[in-house]
């Protein structure tokens, strides 16, 4: 008794500090009452209130040991993947709407229907259209933790300066140019390129416009391959970037585009620009980081937001058991308590995203900052100008995404045409698609 004492109090003092719980001994554990790994990508925010919020569980668990494992995105998966390799993967893990279908095809996450028929995880505060994201083959192997929109991150106190005001329901990507070059001129500060992170959720946002999936139907080849207005709007998004680099407004690509940062790295939150594209969930994030007011901005669009729209509201992260787990019961207890448990949600703040039960957005509403207000104000704006989510990712979306990538920084910095960029990421991808 003393021994497991002395261990919970040290464990609270790691808490206390937000790091992650070191690895144990599984079997020390289980004879405690039960055990967890927690898996999950983000950033210091989100981290620290998980932390927090795993610790919540355990005082309400007596006995039951969660071991956390926060990592940074681009790290994630790859260490994901060589833990299920391994035998040694997490119980419950943060899940992604661009990767379900890959985990869900090698049958690596649990059917959480019998848990949700039998009240483990409570869904009646859920509508089937909540739902409808994390069902796969008539399975349930996800549950969303929160909406999330992509846009853009942006600096008003260098809009200002520029004596720039934008219109973010409305604005092009020739009122974007237009703003970017003014921006430079006015106050030298460079604009990030576009997506440069997750270049794919541009080329998504612009081709849905025109009413094309970014990938075709059955998964085998591009949605936009022989939608000639598609391709040409992402030939003109890489000429307007282009632009912008003759014109000495374009932060470096090849800067841009390097991975693993801290988001205290990145050029906006140093003030290198005016501007950073990413996920409405990571908005705090980025503005912690920064330790200055930001404000987050709808996509520019090519058509001005114009029916067939481009942005959709996207589950900001899955919660998903492994099919692997070794006590599922546990497992999906800790998988309802993060998800409705208003205690749980007053700590972790909506960081994911807007949470889907209205009892937990009720209870936030009068509880969250307002930088947090300002997101749920967001996705009210976003909400009537956003199309029904495609389907989730074919399998070999990863891949695809690899091999786009050298070819987008290649066009960015120069050493492609627009053209040709173009041309070698569609026969890539659909060669990539197509085996």
Same mark, same amino acid.
């Given at each position: 008794?003393?021994?497991?004492?002395?261990?919970? =109090?040290?464990? /609270?003092?790691?808490?206390?500090?937000?790091?992650?719980?070191?690895?144990?001994?599984?079997?020390?554990?289980?004879?405690?009452?039960?055990?967890?790994? =927690?898996?999950?990508?983000?950033?210091?925010?989100?981290?620290?209130?998980?932390?927090?919020?795993?610790?919540?569980?355990?005082?309400?668990?007596?006995?039951?040991?969660?071991?956390?494992?926060?990592?940074?995105?681009?790290?994630?998966?790859?260490?994901?993947?060589?833990?299920?390799? /391994?035998?040694?993967?997490?119980?419950?893990?943060?899940?992604?709407?661009?990767?379900?279908?890959?985990?869900?095809?090698?049958?690596?996450?649990?059917?959480?229907?019998?848990?949700?028929?039998?009240?483990?995880?409570? =869904?009646? !505060?859920?509508?089937?259209?909540?739902? /409808?994201?994390? #069902?796969?083959?008539?399975?349930?192997? %996800?549950?969303?933790?929160?909406?999330?929109?992509?846009?853009?991150?942006?600096?008003?106190?260098?809009?200002?300066?520029?004596?720039?005001?934008?219109?973010?329901?409305?604005?092009?990507?020739? !009122?974007?140019?237009?703003?970017?070059?003014?921006?430079?001129?006015?106050?030298?500060?460079?604009?990030?390129?576009?997506?440069?992170?997750?270049?794919?959720?541009?080329?998504?946002? $612009?081709?849905?416009?025109?009413?094309?999936?970014?990938?075709?139907?059955?998964?085998?080849?591009?949605?936009?391959?022989?939608? %000639?207005? %598609?391709?040409?709007?992402?030939?003109?998004?890489?000429? $307007?970037?282009?632009?912008?680099?003759?014109?000495?407004? =374009?932060?470096?690509?090849?800067?841009?585009?390097?991975?693993?940062?801290?988001?205290?790295? @990145?050029?906006?939150?140093?003030?290198?620009?005016?501007?950073?594209?990413?996920?409405?969930?990571?908005?705090?994030?980025?503005?912690?980081? /920064?330790?200055?007011?930001?404000?987050? @901005?709808?996509?520019?669009?090519?058509?001005?937001?114009?029916?067939?729209?481009?942005? @959709?509201?996207?589950?900001?992260?899955?919660?998903?058991?492994?099919?692997?787990?070794?006590?599922?019961?546990?497992?999906?207890?800790?998988?309802?308590?993060?998800?409705?448990?208003?205690?749980?949600?007053? $700590?972790?703040?909506?960081? #994911?995203?807007?949470?889907?039960?209205?009892?937990?957005?009720?209870?936030?509403?009068?509880?969250?900052?307002?930088?947090?207000?300002?997101?749920?104000?967001?996705?009210?704006?976003?909400?009537?100008?956003?199309?029904?989510?495609?389907?989730?990712?074919?399998?070999?979306?990863?891949?695809?995404?690899?091999?786009?990538?050298?070819?987008?920084?290649?066009?960015?910095?120069?050493?492609?045409?627009?053209?040709?960029?173009?041309?070698? $990421?569609?026969?890539?991808?659909?060669?990539?698609?197509?085996?």
């Amino acid at each position: 008794m003393k021994l497991r004492t002395t261990f919970c =109090l040290l464990l /609270a003092g790691i808490l206390a500090f937000g790091l992650a719980v070191p690895v144990m001994a599984r079997g020390g554990a289980q004879d405690d009452g039960g055990y967890l790994r =927690l898996a999950w990508w983000g950033n210091a925010t989100r981290d620290e209130r998980t932390i927090a919020m795993v610790q919540l569980f355990m005082e309400k668990n007596p006995g039951v040991t969660v071991e956390t494992e926060p990592a940074a995105w681009d790290g994630y998966w790859p260490k994901l993947n060589t833990q299920l390799a /391994a035998g040694s993967a997490p119980d419950v893990m943060q899940q992604d709407y661009t990767y379900i279908e890959q985990y869900n095809a090698r049958n690596q996450l649990l059917d959480l229907n019998t848990y949700a028929q039998n009240g483990t995880i409570n =869904l009646s !505060d859920w509508s089937d259209s909540a739902l /409808a994201s994390g #069902r796969l083959g008539g399975k349930l192997i %996800a549950i969303s933790l929160g909406t999330n929109a992509w846009g853009m991150g942006v600096d008003p106190a260098v809009l200002a300066s520029a004596g720039v005001t934008v219109d973010d329901t409305a604005w092009t990507w020739a !009122d974007y140019e237009r703003i970017a070059l003014a921006v430079f001129q006015a106050t030298g500060v460079q604009t990030m390129p576009a997506g440069a992170q997750e270049f794919y959720q541009t080329f998504e946002h $612009i081709v849905r416009q025109f009413g094309v999936p970014q990938f075709a139907a059955g998964g085998k080849s591009l949605g936009w391959t022989n939608n %000639a207005a %598609a391709t040409a709007a992402v030939k003109e998004w890489f000429d $307007i970037q282009l632009r912008l680099k003759a014109a000495g407004a =374009l932060y470096d690509p090849q800067d841009a585009f390097v991975m693993g940062r801290a988001m205290n790295e @990145y050029p906006i939150a140093q003030g290198k620009t005016w501007n950073n594209f990413h996920w409405s969930n990571q908005h705090i994030g980025y503005q912690t980081a /920064a330790n200055r007011p930001l404000e987050y @901005y709808m996509f520019p669009t090519v058509n001005g937001n114009k029916a067939p729209f481009g942005t @959709y509201l996207k589950p900001s992260q899955f919660i998903s058991i492994l099919s692997s787990a070794e006590n599922k019961d546990l497992a999906a207890k800790f998988v309802n308590f993060m998800i409705n448990d208003l205690e749980a949600n007053r $700590i972790l703040l909506a960081e #994911r995203g807007i949470p889907v039960p209205a009892s937990v957005r009720n209870d936030l509403s009068s509880r969250v900052d307002p930088n947090m207000k300002y997101l749920f104000d967001f996705i009210g704006k976003v909400t009537p100008l956003s199309s029904p989510i495609d389907p989730p990712d074919p399998a070999a979306a990863g891949e695809v995404y690899d091999t786009m990538r050298p070819i987008v920084l290649r066009c960015l910095l120069g050493e492609l045409t627009p053209d040709a960029a173009v041309s070698q $990421i569609i026969q890539g991808a659909n060669a990539v698609l197509g085996r």
